[in-house]
Every structure is written in C-alpha cells, then in structure tokens.
C-alpha cells in the first residue's frame, strides 16, 4: 500500500474553516445544524474530511444562540453508492449506541435524522502512516494491538440485536455473487473462492461484526486507541472476521508486523481471549485473513467500477484499480503457504 488509503477517511484532527459551498452546501450545513440545535445555531467554521467512499464526512463547529460552540462531525451519504457500500445512516447511529453501551470507543452521536448522523468530534490521527511512524504516537504504537483485542471483544459482546438483519447468506457465496456481478476476469480470486470454499474451518460463535476493523478506521491519541470509527458494514457473523480483517496487509501500510501495521497475531490473540473474547482457532484465523485479502481485491474492483460506470466519477476511485494487483499477488502468497 501507498501513503494513501484511497477508499477509506483518514485524517488528523480537523483544522475547520468557513463553511463551504461544495457537497451538501453552506445551506444544507445550516439546515442540520438548526434541527439539532434550534432556529438560531450558526456554523461558524466547516470542512469536508478527505477520503471516503460511501459516506461524505465534515467538520463542523456549530455556535448556538447562548454562545456554546460545538466541535462535531456530520456524515452523510454519497450519491451512487453501490448497494453493498453499507446499511443506512439510522443503522449505523443504533450500532454506535449499543458500541458505547458494551464499553467500545466510540463518538457520543448527537442526533440522527434519514439524511445525516451528527456526532462529537473526537480529537486525534486517523492516518496510519502517522500512527505508525510519527514519534508523537510511539508510546501508543505498542498498545495498540493489545487495545484493538479488547475494543474486539466488547465488539462482540454487543447484543446480536443491535445489528441490523442480514439475508442469511454464507459470505463466501455473498461476494462470489458480488465478483460475479462485476463482469470482471480476476482468475485470482477465482482460485481463492475455490480454495477458500473447500478449506472453510467449522462454524463458530455469532455476534454483532464490525465489519471494517482497522488501522485506518481508528481514532489514536498518544495514549492509544480513543475511538473506532465507520460502523455502516456491521453485520451479525463469525467473531473471527473481524480479527481476520485487522490482519489482511493492504492494513499494515508497508509494517512488516502483521497486526495493523502495529503488533503481533500473539498481542491480539491474548489480549482478545483475556478481555473475554473466546478462544481464537488460529488456523480459522488464518481463514479468514485470506478472505479479508480476497475481500478486499473485489472492494478494489468494484469501487473503481462506480467511477468507470458513472456511478460516482472520482479519481479517488479510479486510483482504487491499482489496488487490485496487489491484492492478487498477496492472495497468491497466502494461497502458497
């Protein structure tokens, strides 16, 4: 991977001018923020986050008439969104609720409307190159593979509940069909399908999943992780899921430790199991690892077919279509092994 996540927001703590004309509008930002906070809130400064691809994020600093200010982000959907990009924005501000009511990290959500979700800015680095190499987060980069077991196991310890319903559908067969609708020739993938299929380890337990579990979607301080972002994949499944996304490399951004970037299958398997997690079946680990690589080269493919298409044209998306040799060359090296 390159400096650039490509498909994903990452950014340091906003520096939030005035409010800006693109996206929703100046109009749009003032029409939330007198919903929220009444006829005579003002935002005072505005600036839409870099990066992601299903959802529009900003920073806003709302001023209400008793002179309070509001340090907030508001996410938004974005146009042409593929189906697959994630459940609605009501969805992911219950999720949120219940990752706080289980003890996980999370923005403290202010109000959710159909449109938009408005929750507290957490300060902080999203940017995995600076978690991992900036000297200002070298006393948290070696907690944080233990801090991500634990955030994991509270994740898991949500009510099944909270997640919205799935289909049922086993997630092997789910992006086969995904890959298959794509029209694309990938005989990588094909061949991961195939060996992933007849190598499946035995099903485990079912709790609520994250879904995108990782460096990259954390908020880090230099004490450590203080919250875990972009909720709109969770979904009920396999446990392991989520530890195996964690570990897929396109997250690592050049480290050669296998965890983020930042720690050891060891740190993460321990601290899961010794926050309550369950016991963690290392080659089912394994497993899903590689799906989570396989995974993501079909993302890959699909994102840049939403610029391709006309869904959402988007260099940020195109630029996603070199990411899918490199995922074919680290699936071939996990299929070796």
């Known amino acids: ?40 809130a003002v935002v005072a400064a505005s600036a839409r986050l870099p990066g992601g691809a299903s959802r529009e994020t900003w920073a806003l600093d709302v001023v209400t008439p008793g002179g309070g200010r509001h340090e907030l982000i508001l996410r938004l959907d974005s146009p ?22 289980a003890g996980v990290p999370v923005p403290r959500i202010i109000a959710c409307g159909e449109s938009y979700i408005l929750m507290t800015r957490v300060p902080g680095e999203t940017i995995p190159r600076k978690i991992l190499r900036d000297p200002a ?17 509270a994740i898991h310890r949500m009510p099944l509940s909270a997640a919205p319903p799935d289909d049922g559908q086993e997630p092997l067969a789910r992006w086969r069909e995904v890959l298959d609708r794509l029209g694309e020739p990938h005989p990588v993938f094909e061949l991961a399908l195939r060996r992933l299929a007849a190598t499946r380890p035995r099903g485990g337990r079912r709790t609520v999943v994250h879904g995108d ?14 919250a875990v972002l972009d909720w709109e994949l969770a979904h009920p499944g396999d446990p392991l899921e989520d ?7 396109a997250w690592r951004f050049g480290s050669r430790l296998p965890v983020g970037g930042f720690g050891s299958y060891g740190e993460l398997i321990e601290s899961y199991e010794e926050a309550g997690g369950h016991p963690v079946d290392r080659d089912a ?12 080269g079909v993302i890959c493919v699909m994102q840049t077919m939403r610029h391709l298409r006309g869904g959402a044209r988007s260099v940020e998306l195109a630029a996603i279509g070199r990411r899918v040799c490199e995922t074919e060359w680290d699936l071939l090296h996990l299929l070796r092994d």
């Open 1 to 40: 991977m390159s400096d650039s996540a490509a498909n994903h927001p990452g950014t340091s703590t906003p520096q939030v001018s005035g409010p800006q004309t693109h996206g929703p509008g100046a109009d749009g930002l003032e029409a939330v923020a007198r919903e929220v906070f009444g006829d005579g």
């Open 80 to 101: 042409g969104a593929a189906p697959e990009a994630g459940h609605g924005l009501a969805a992911e501000a219950r999720l949120m609720r219940a990752a706080a009511g």
């Open 137 to 153: 987060y070298a006393v948290a980069r070696p907690r944080l593979a233990r801090q991500c077991g634990q955030a994991l196991a």
């Open 213 to 226: 579990f990782r460096n990259g979607n954390l908020i880090v301080g230099p004490e450590g992780i203080r």
């Open 243 to 249: 530890l195996g996304w964690l570990c897929v490399k």
């Open 285 to 296: 680990l394994r497993w899903w690892e590689t799906f989570g690589v396989l995974k993501w």
